[in-house]
């Protein structure tokens, strides 16, 4: 029995079930790690950010130099909208399962990231490593694949650090620690502390001072505004810039006063001091903390990397120092590209990015007890939002743009295979890392329940999906 582009079904059936296969295989090992606390949760933290620091950027940007070129910019902004509209539709229909399951205050948004965040890295790009370079694809499919995928990575991104990690913080919004994470954009770097800041934080803790209190001797004031353990350095002026009800009271001195020699030096610290805090106060009045999100989002590892490699893709005299190009020719390295070297060492760090993605999903999922499942009702809802009803709209929208109004070419198979492949992908993994960073216990019980059960059901609904899109592109 056949297929109607000649391939016999038991062989999309088996071009279908076979990364799926595998890339459980590699989630089972990372679960048996994590069982035995060989991969403990430190561990995984640490093997997520070699992932995310280090091994997507640089698979990314080899295969986006590599691949993409001006025949295939126009691609990557369909790619683009695609994702913005997968996001759009999980997020309501993730409005609507937490109306209609009621899931539990600590999971009340997190629910509705769970319908929206799609695994949109590590199973798209095992998948398409693994058949990229079969039928019914070409030669060099694998590459653009990849980079086609790089446009639903940019936009989740920006996306996640803009809104997503908000909404799951606010579920843990009655924990201090949890609220102090939520206005922290920055997770991961340590806090700085400067003397301007101290200084400047001690000069807005200073009351307003009288008109009276003007008068007093100097020894009394300072008593009343030193307190143990403050710098001398850091007594000797306060300037206090508020404005009250009664007065404003600049540059009061707190000692008598000392040397000729000694005042300049220090009033003009103590200026500088108050100049620098001053500059901070109008950066973070324009920084504030979404823009910084935003930023954050825009400028992450993964994107950073892709912003750079269209640079050097689009721009061919780059480009032919990275890949082999007639126009940029360099005979005294035998017409091979100068910096190849660096693409190849890009390619070959980047290709343990998937392999341990999967690992460290398996070994979140390997922690799970039956003991912290969530009610059915709740895994079910986001099960079928995810793994039936986006997947339905996803392939039935791809063809419908590809065969009916003919604004997908029906040619570039791979293009509509990510776009139905990326609808039909469970929630992504990464959500149980985030929830365990942002959740004052560190645990993210809930949603690796959900995950779990999704991940369970994808064996199936993943390899029945893989099964039509094969059949639709052969």
Same mark, same amino acid.
């Given at each position: 029995?056949?297929?109607? %582009? ?41 093997? #997520? =950010? ?29 790619? /683009? @909208?695609?994702? *913005? ?30 319908? /929206? ?22 030669? %060099?499919?694998?590459?653009?694949? *990849? ?12 996306? $996640? ?10 579920? $843990? ?41 003007? %008068?007093?001797?100097?020894? =009394? ?5 030193? =307190? ?18 009664? @007065? &404003? ?26 100049? =620098? ?37 689009? *721009? ?28 190849? #060492? ?38 079928? &939002? ?9 392939? !039935? ?37 985030? /929830? ?7 645990? !993210? ?7 779990? &059960? ?21």
């Amino acid at each position: 029995m056949s297929s109607s %582009g000649g391939l016999p079904v038991r062989i999309l059936i088996w071009s279908a079930a076979r990364p799926i296969l595998k890339f459980f295989v590699v989630m089972g090992f990372g679960a048996f790690l994590a069982r035995k606390n060989i991969l403990t949760l430190s561990g995984s933290r640490s093997l #997520a =950010s070699i992932i995310i620091l280090l091994a997507y950027p640089c698979l990314l940007f080899s295969n986006i130099v590599s691949s993409v070129d001006d025949s295939t910019l126009g691609n990557l902004g369909l790619m /683009t @909208v695609a994702a *913005i509209l997968l996001t759009i539709l999980g997020y309501l229909f993730g409005v609507l399962v937490r109306k209609l399951a009621k899931p539990p205050k600590i999971f009340s948004n997190g629910c509705v990231m769970a319908t /929206t965040m799609g695994n949109w890295g590590d199973l798209p790009l095992a998948v398409i490593s693994s058949i990229g370079e079969y039928a019914p694809f070409n030669r %060099g499919d694998t590459a653009i694949g *990849i980079a086609y995928v790089s446009a639903f990575l940019c936009f989740a991104n920006i996306y $996640f650090f803009l809104i997503g990690y908000r909404m799951i913080a606010s579920d $843990f919004a009655s924990s201090k620690q949890a609220d102090r994470q939520e206005h922290d954009v920055d997770l991961s770097e340590p806090q700085i502390h400067n003397d301007a800041g101290d200084i400047a934080s001690k000069a807005s803790k200073a009351d307003a001072i009288s008109l009276t209190e003007l %008068g007093a001797d100097p020894e =009394s004031r300072k008593a009343r505004y030193s =307190s143990p353990g403050t710098d001398a350095h850091d007594e000797t002026h306060i300037a206090e810039h508020t404005h009250t009800d009664n @007065v &404003v009271v600049v540059d009061v001195e707190l000692e008598p006063p000392r040397s000729s020699q000694e005042e300049p030096s220090k009033a003009a610290g103590s200026w500088a001091a108050f100049k =620098s805090a001053s500059l901070r106060g109008k950066f973070d009045m324009i920084f504030t903390p979404k823009v910084k999100a935003l930023l954050k989002g825009l400028f992450s590892p993964a994107n950073s990397s892709i912003f750079v490699a269209l640079i050097l893709a689009l *721009i061919p005299a780059t480009k032919g120092l990275f890949v082999y190009s007639p126009s940029v020719v360099n005979q005294n390295l035998g017409n091979e590209p100068v910096f190849k070297f660096l693409l190849e #060492a890009s390619n070959y760090i980047g290709q343990v990015g998937p392999p341990l993605g999967l690992v460290n999903l398996g070994a979140a999922l390997g922690r799970l007890s039956r003991n912290t499942l969530l009610p059915w009702r709740i895994s079910i809802s986001v099960a079928l &939002v995810r793994l039936v009803i986006l997947p339905v709209i996803g392939i !039935a929208l791809t063809q419908l743009l590809s065969t009916q109004l003919m604004w997908i070419p029906q040619q570039d198979k791979m293009l509509r295979f990510v776009l139905m492949f990326m609808a039909i992908c469970p929630t992504a993994g990464s959500t149980v890392y985030f /929830t365990q960073m942002l959740n004052p216990t560190g645990r !993210a019980d809930e949603i690796a329940s959900v995950v779990l &059960v999704q991940y369970i059901l994808a064996f199936v609904t993943m390899t029945a999906g893989m099964v039509v899109i094969l059949y639709l592109l052969s």
